[in-house]
């Protein structure tokens, strides 16, 4: 329709446009739904109050935010538009803003406004490590650097989809545990001087797989937190035990399991990508924990700790976990022109693991004897069990290895190396043979964890040993359901019930001289037999690790009753967000406790252990 008297028009449109937009200056402004709560401040870096629960039910008192104004009080005005909107101007500056942002129940906008000749800020998001563990999940293009769309997660609390109006957006990721107080940052840069505007999208999202019964009460944990194994270190632009800790090279395997059974992320993002990043990394030549010539510098240029005393022998579990991770991308990805780029230097992994079979029984051995009495309180073990005496034959990480001969001999087949798939096949074959009979200890009726060089089992009931042995086929078929009724048994006698814990690695304490660190701060014990430091840390201590395995292995072994029994207890935990964070009154952390539950943890949230959201999926094969 043609509109009368067109300069009228126009008029009349320009003070609809004011009337509509009529504004009035706060110094704060507040907006919340069910899903999530956000508070502006009139003084930089903006957002003082920030907490989401992504199931919208309002559990909405953890404000994650560091706040530390960083400019003199009135050098920004805040402008509330309305209910839903409020706008960031430099005093003084009215004619536009420099920061729009508008929300809605599920999602917010913040938009950057070129403002001419206004200087313009960064909006920061820093939060607290000490309130949670958050961390930005996506491709980073360089130290610090994130390209957009990417997912900003929280565990225990839920996850934010961030897109962008510009295609290759990169924002500014950051965290540190030295710098006090500890902090995870987020930095949406300003829109650019050849740009009017540029708009960053927030939306609530919750990622998981899809089975019968998943919105179920009892799931919600689950759906909160699947992702909460994915944490990526910003300053090495890997996945790490959390945003603001160390890279485990022996732990990527994990983050490759649950990526092959994740859903998309975004449009353009998997998880899948993430480990590629990160085995990409490593692949480069970086070093991680777990990897002779790590030291721990990754946060300034002061080395952390003389890694050459401790570690000087790559973990045994190392190479096969990052093997796993490089074929269970290609395996998932199907990306074949990368596993024929890769394939020489993943095969170098494997062949160093297989050089360690210096008897040629098809049992690689760690360079460390394993004997009684050996350690001396600053040489590390064999394994991710690092204050726990594995040495020598080592049924952890052997079992890790034959999964990892299996899927090197998948991704040789899959990109014709015949050659290789059979003599990886051959080799995973040999591996198997030679297992159960090394390490079977006949008169407990389980598996050991070690077996020394002077020929001696070191047996102690490894709850998670035991379990992976089960589960990656090693144990013979008629002796599964003996061995984890076995375990089960040892668990009832020992008086271990409330999987609402998670689960022990050991049923019985280490004795002294198969321990490696004296302290009793990290489970070593004064008495010889180790009794006086039982369930603290390593020794014997509940956490959510390896968990998966055991969920795992009791599934299959027909014994659903134990699986449920604790199946329930991980969920209710795992819900209540019972793994993060500090004890009350404590320095002590969540991830470690003792069997009554008193905390032991030292980093405030480990990731690897939330692989077992992978097993608490009744319908997971």
């Known amino acids: 329709m043609k509109k009368p008297y067109p300069l009228l028009w126009t008029i009349l449109s320009g003070l609809m446009l004011i009337d509509s937009s009529c504004t009035h200056k706060v110094h704060s402004f507040d907006y919340s739904s069910a899903f999530y709560k956000i508070q502006i401040a009139d003084t930089f870096p903006f957002v003082k109050y920030f907490t989401v629960d992504a199931l919208g039910g309002s559990k909405l008192d953890n404000n994650v935010i560091i706040w530390q104004p960083s400019t003199a009080d009135g050098e920004f005005e805040l402008h509330k538009v309305s209910d839903s909107q409020v706008d960031i101007f430099r005093k003084g500056k009215n004619d536009k803003a420099c920061w729009q942002l508008s929300f809605n129940e599920k999602n917010f906008k913040i938009t950057s406004v070129n403002s001419g000749e206004n200087p313009l800020r960064s909006l920061s998001l820093r939060f607290s490590k000490k309130q949670n563990h958050t961390t930005l999940l996506g491709l980073m293009t360089e130290k610090n650097k994130t390209r957009l769309p990417a997912l900003l997660h929280f565990p225990d609390m839920g996850t934010f989809r961030i897109t962008s109006d510009r295609k290759g957006s990169v924002v500014d990721y950051d965290a540190s545990r030295r710098i006090e107080p500890n902090f995870i940052s987020v930095t949406l840069p300003q829109v650019g001087s050849d740009q009017d505007h540029l708009t960053y999208t927030f939306d609530v999202v919750s990622?998981?797989?899809?089975?019968?019964?998943?919105?179920?009460?009892?799931?919600?944990?689950?759906?909160?937190?699947?992702?909460?194994?994915?944490?990526?270190?910003?300053?090495?632009?890997?996945?790490?035990?959390?945003?603001?800790?160390?890279?485990?090279?022996?732990?990527?395997?994990?983050?490759?399991?649950?990526?092959?059974?994740?859903?998309?992320?975004?449009?353009?993002?998997?998880?899948?990508?993430?480990?590629?990043?990160?085995?990409?990394?490593?692949?480069?030549?970086?070093?991680?924990?777990?990897?002779?010539?790590?030291?721990?510098?990754?946060?300034?240029?002061?080395?952390?700790?003389?890694?050459?005393?401790?570690?000087?022998?790559?973990?045994?579990?190392?190479?096969?976990?990052?093997?796993?991770?490089?074929?269970?991308?290609?395996?998932?990805?199907?990306?074949?022109?990368?596993?024929?780029?890769?394939?020489?230097?993943?095969?170098?992994?494997?062949?160093?693991?297989?050089?360690?079979?210096?008897?040629?029984?098809?049992?690689?051995?760690?360079?460390?004897?394993?004997?009684?009495?050996?350690?001396?309180?600053?040489?590390?073990?064999?394994?991710?069990?690092?204050?726990?005496?594995?040495?020598?034959?080592?049924?952890?990480?052997?079992?890790?290895?034959?999964?990892?001969?299996?899927?090197?001999?998948?991704?040789?087949?899959?990109?014709?190396?015949?050659?290789?798939?059979?003599?990886f096949k051959k080799l995973s074959e040999k591996l198997r043979g030679a297992y159960f009979s090394t390490f079977y200890n006949p008169s407990t009726g389980v598996l050991a964890g070690w077996k020394s060089q002077d020929g001696k089992l070191h047996d102690y009931y490894f709850l998670m040993v035991n379990s992976m042995a089960v589960y990656y086929n090693l144990v013979p078929e008629d002796k599964v359901k003996g061995i984890m009724l076995n375990l089960w048994n040892k668990m009832q006698d020992v008086g271990f019930t409330d999987f609402s814990l998670g689960l022990p690695g050991n049923l019985v304490s280490v004795w002294r001289k198969d321990y490696t660190h004296p302290d009793p701060r990290w489970g070593g014990g004064q008495n010889e037999d180790g009794s006086d430091a039982f369930q603290r840390y390593e020794n014997g201590g509940a956490s959510l690790n390896w968990s998966y395995y055991t969920l795992k292995a009791f599934k299959k072994a027909g014994l659903t009753e134990q699986y449920n029994k604790i199946a329930d207890g991980l969920l209710k935990s795992i819900d209540k967000g019972d793994f993060q964070g500090s004890c009350p009154e404590s320095d002590m952390t969540k991830d470690w406790k003792t069997w009554s539950g008193d905390c032991w943890g030292y980093e405030g949230f480990l990731c690897d252990g939330y692989l077992v959201l992978l097993a608490l999926n009744p319908y997971d094969e």
């Open 207 to 423: 990622i998981y797989p899809d089975f019968p019964g998943v919105e179920q009460e009892k799931f919600a944990g689950l759906r909160r937190n699947y992702l909460n194994l994915f944490q990526i270190n910003p300053r090495l632009q890997v996945l790490a035990n959390n945003s603001c800790s160390d890279p485990c090279a022996f732990t990527l395997f994990m983050s490759s399991m649950l990526a092959l059974k994740t859903p998309p992320m975004t449009d353009s993002l998997n998880a899948l990508d993430l480990v590629r990043m990160s085995v990409e990394r490593y692949l480069n030549g970086m070093k991680a924990y777990g990897m002779f010539g790590y030291n721990g510098t990754w946060e300034d240029d002061k080395a952390s700790t003389d890694n050459s005393k401790a570690q000087p022998y790559d973990y045994m579990d190392t190479y096969p976990s990052l093997a796993i991770s490089a074929c269970n991308y290609i395996k998932g990805s199907g990306d074949l022109n990368w596993a024929k780029k890769y394939y020489p230097m993943i095969k170098d992994w494997m062949d160093k693991q297989m050089k360690r079979d210096r008897n040629c029984n098809g049992l690689p051995e760690y360079e460390l004897n394993g004997n009684s009495g050996s350690w001396n309180g600053v040489l590390r073990p064999a394994n991710w069990w690092d204050t726990i005496g594995f040495g020598f034959e080592d049924a952890f990480s052997n079992a890790l290895t034959f999964n990892a001969l299996n899927l090197m001999a998948l991704v040789a087949d899959m990109i014709g190396e015949k050659k290789d798939a059979s003599g």
